[in-house]
């Protein structure tokens, strides 16, 4: 083994690992923020389909820039009720009424569900207490730029082990929020 | 039962901070010692990870101190996260640079019988003199051959297909993209072909052997022949996602194994098929043994549980097997203390009914004692 024989460690993969550590850490504990090292010129969404997209992944992206990043992947475009990965740049009450036909698994494969990527802002709007595995006894979490009609849907995409995962972005943090969790506004 | 275990983080800590003590210190020079010196151990496990890539197999027999099951876990879960680039295209055993290729079926194959490197006719002897600081020689006595041998061998089972022994077989012209994978998609029986020779391919060594056994020794269906055992190295062909250029993105050590025997109605054979990553001859003998009674049993019911594909595939599965067996010695203090509950009352209420004897006894007995 010389060192040459070895693959170059490249700043792409270091960074799409470091995301991909901090995913893990962000679903294992709910409604604790994570925040991402700076790495390079993309944007939060963008750096969490770049760790999470490959060739045998689907998503769909609003956004057009995302959109085009995230095509390099060669990961597939598709629809909203095909896409195994979502990106909103932003949510409001159309959006969420898009969403209705997202995949939320089925009782034989529950893991046949969607992920979605928000962008939200975590220093103002809504308190809600969440409650789950992960988490101890329950967490506040403050949460703006979520229509209230997304948590209705949510709900509707259970009971566990149904339903759909969250990725919340703000900048540069990140907060996993995983079918498991329980969502109550206070 | 499971139960979150809390306290004891420090505890935990040490533990793990003594197990690499105690294995020693990781060193990029030890991964590459093992690389070198152990090939068919790093073999073995890239086989069972399904990830090839020797350094890292190498890294993590070191990281984990030998224990082989650990290693491949290490390894399929560093797999898990590698992002999908490409599709190889599907290899050939007639254009695997083969370096081994041998037939129990016929003396007089195609090509001839290649022996390749094998301790297959060696003596057992353990090389006590190597540890007195005698040099190991054992590999000077090699003569390399004046005329190169072919670097590719035809099929056996292509000559035997001529030859009206075999039976046409079409290839499956599934696309890539499209072909089931066992590792990310769950297995429904009874299982597509392709998940039973993935199963086979990533199966514990010692679990394959072990039923493989089982039915070679006595409970099988069918005496195999091995047509054909081959060892060698596959090109990784791809093709550029951009200018569409195909490629060798390099070469991997693979192995196969066919075996055969007389088809229900005897005017042909049936095979059995194996292959894996890396170069694993016993693995690959057993495995192909065992996909030939599977086929026999798809055709009927099984009579031994090693014909059966779900019980060959769920439990040679090495990281589910193992991970099950050792979750035991985690705390499973509820399920303990609700069975040492029910103990205890059938206890007291056993007890209690002979503790009820024993007081009814002494006043039968006080009479006789009194007789006595």
């Known amino acids: ?186 | 039962m499971y139960i979150a275990t809390r306290g004891g983080e420090e505890a935990i800590q040490q533990s793990e901070a003594l197990y690499h003590l105690l294995n020693g210190e990781l060193k990029r020079e030890t991964v590459q010692r093992l690389q070198e010196s152990l090939p068919y151990l790093v073999d073995r496990i890239m086989g069972e990870a399904s990830l090839y890539c020797p350094e890292l197999a190498a890294l993590a027999i070191a990281q984990t101190g030998g224990d082989l099951y650990e290693a491949v876990l290490l390894l399929r879960a560093y797999r898990a996260t590698r992002p999908r680039i490409a599709y190889a295209q599907p290899v050939h055993a007639r254009e695997v640079l083969t370096v081994r290729r041998i037939s129990a079926a016929f003396k007089d194959v195609p090509g001839g019988q290649v022996l390749g490197p094998s301790l297959d006719y060696s003596h057992r002897l353990l090389r006590l003199d190597v540890l007195d600081g005698k040099s190991d020689e054992s590999g000077l006595g090699f003569t390399p051959s004046e005329r190169p041998a072919s670097p590719t061998y035809p099929a056996v089972a292509d000559w035997q297909r001529q030859q009206g022994l075999l039976r046409n077989q079409d290839a499956d012209d599934t696309p890539a993209g499209e072909i089931p994978d066992l590792t990310t998609e769950s297995v429904q029986f009874p299982a597509s072909r392709a998940h039973r020779l993935q199963a086979l391919a990533r199966a514990d060594t010692g679990g394959v052997l072990a039923l493989g056994y089982s039915v070679m020794r006595g409970y099988g269906l069918i005496h195999p022949t091995v047509n054909e055992l081959r060892l060698g190295l596959a090109e990784v062909m791809v093709q550029h996602p951009v200018t569409g250029v195909t490629f060798s993105a390099g070469r991997v050590r693979v192995s196969q194994c066919e075996v055969v025997a007389p088809a229900g109605d005897e005017t042909s054979y049936s095979v059995g098929f194996a292959a894996t990553l890396g170069w694993n001859e016993v693995k690959l003998i057993a495995a192909s043994t065992l996909d030939l009674n599977m086929a026999a049993h798809d055709e009927g019911s099984p009579q031994h549980p090693a014909h059966a594909e779900e019980f060959v595939m769920y439990h040679t599965e090495p990281v589910e097997s193992s991970g099950f067996c050792i979750h035991f010695k985690l705390p499973h203090y509820v399920t303990f203390s609700s069975t040492a509950d029910n103990v205890r009352k059938v206890t007291q209420a056993v007890l209690g009914a002979s503790n009820a004897a024993v007081t009814h006894m002494p006043v039968s007995a006080t009479p006789e004692t009194e007789e006595a």
């Open chain 1, 1 to 186: 083994m010389n060192e040459s024989s070895l693959p170059a460690y490249t700043l792409d993969e270091a960074r799409d690992r470091e995301t991909f550590i901090a995913l893990t850490d962000a679903f294992s504990f709910p409604g604790r923020p994570v925040t991402l090292r700076p790495f390079d010129d993309a944007d939060t969404p963008v750096r969490i389909g770049l760790a999470l997209l490959d060739l045998e992944t689907s998503f769909h992206a609003v956004d057009p820039l995302v959109e085009s990043r995230l095509l390099h992947t060669g990961a597939r475009r598709v629809s909203i009720q095909d896409a195994e990965y979502l990106f909103f740049s932003s949510l409001d009450p159309q959006k969420v009424n898009a969403l209705r036909a997202v995949r939320n698994g089925s009782m034989l494969r529950p893991d046949d569900s969607a992920t979605l990527i928000i962008n939200c802002t975590f220093a103002s709007g809504s308190v809600f207490r969440w409650t789950g595995p992960g988490i101890h006894q329950s967490i506040e979490v403050r949460l703006g730029a979520i229509p209230a009609a997304f948590w209705t849907l949510r709900r509707a995409a259970g009971p566990f082990p149904l339903g759909f995962d969250v990725i919340l972005c703000d900048g540069d943090v990140i907060m996993g929020l995983p079918r498991s969790t329980a969502v109550q506004s206070v």
